[in-house]
């Protein structure tokens, strides 16, 4: 009979160090049975050689992974969630400015870059922000995307958006606009669904990506006539419970939140 972690994957927490933002790592590399850690990133100040190397202090003599750098912006110009509102004319890359959206590019890359140059990450996961298919900053955010997406396969990652106030349909026309398959993923946050959207079953949000999934995976990926992959990967994330992924062909992922 398998364990657990051959069932479900490593155990893990959501956090920072420095930034004041989930589990503080200080602490969170003592928790019993941790083995990764969803990293936020840290500001921009702390882009910094040595703030990896005080990161790679706290993990390393406990064998613990980041397994995915969680791309924010922080200050008075950055993501506000003080109302959903506010998430639609502030968070990631939705927002209406064209300049700000393009400094927001620029950082992402530099995060992404560091990450993985400094501690190695190849996994990076982010609130997209406000969709509209029917405005004039689809197409600028779908271009974004694939830039974000395009620099992350250098290295074979993935770029996991999560879900927020768009509906599953809007969700749907930017991943096919995006057409990145098996780079660009859902993380689907169920408390986020119920948020904004008041759906107490949030498992049906889960299953139209799953037939979205399914659907796609049942004809040539876009990106190749040989290529048969899928072009939808969701990973799931459930507050106050413990990291989990389901291994297989379609991944899905929790994270506990602190």
Not at 45 to 56: G, H, I, Q, S, Y
Not at 95 to 118: M, N, S, W
Not at 193 to 215: C, M, N, S, T
């Amino acid at each position: 009979m398998s364990n657990h972690k051959d069932t479900f994957g490593p155990k893990g927490l959501f956090g920072s160090f420095g930034a004041g933002i989930g589990a503080p790592l200080e602490l969170a590399v003592n928790v019993p049975g941790v083995e990764c850690f969803q990293l936020h990133v840290p500001e921009e100040k702390d882009l910094t050689a040595d703030w990896a190397r005080r990161v790679k202090e706290l993990i390393e003599p406990n064998n613990i992974q980041i397994a995915r750098f969680v791309v924010g912006y922080s200050g008075p110009d950055g993501d506000q969630y003080d109302n959903p509102q506010r998430v639609v004319e502030t968070v990631g890359f939705g927002v209406p400015d064209h300049a700000k959206r393009q400094a927001r590019l620029a950082l992402t890359k530099r995060y992404i870059e560091f990450g993985h140059e400094q501690l190695g990450v190849k996994d990076f996961n982010a609130h997209l922000g406000h969709i509209d298919p029917e405005n004039e900053f689809f197409t600028p955010m779908v271009e974004t995307v694939r830039e974000v997406c395009d620099l992350v396969n250098t290295w074979g990652g993935h770029y996991d958006v999560e879900t927020g106030p768009e509906r599953f349909e809007e969700l749907n026309t930017f991943m096919k606009a995006v057409d990145r398959p098996d780079i660009f993923r859902v993380n689907l946050d169920l408390a986020n669904i119920v948020l904004y959207h008041g759906e107490w079953e949030p498992i049906g949000f889960l299953r139209k990506l799953l037939g979205a999934w399914d659907q796609n995976r049942r004809r040539p990926s876009q990106r190749s006539d040989s290529d048969n992959s899928s072009s939808f990967h969701v990973t799931m994330e459930r507050r106050r419970s413990s990291s989990w992924q389901r291994r297989g062909e379609f991944p899905l992922t929790a994270e506990n939140t602190i």
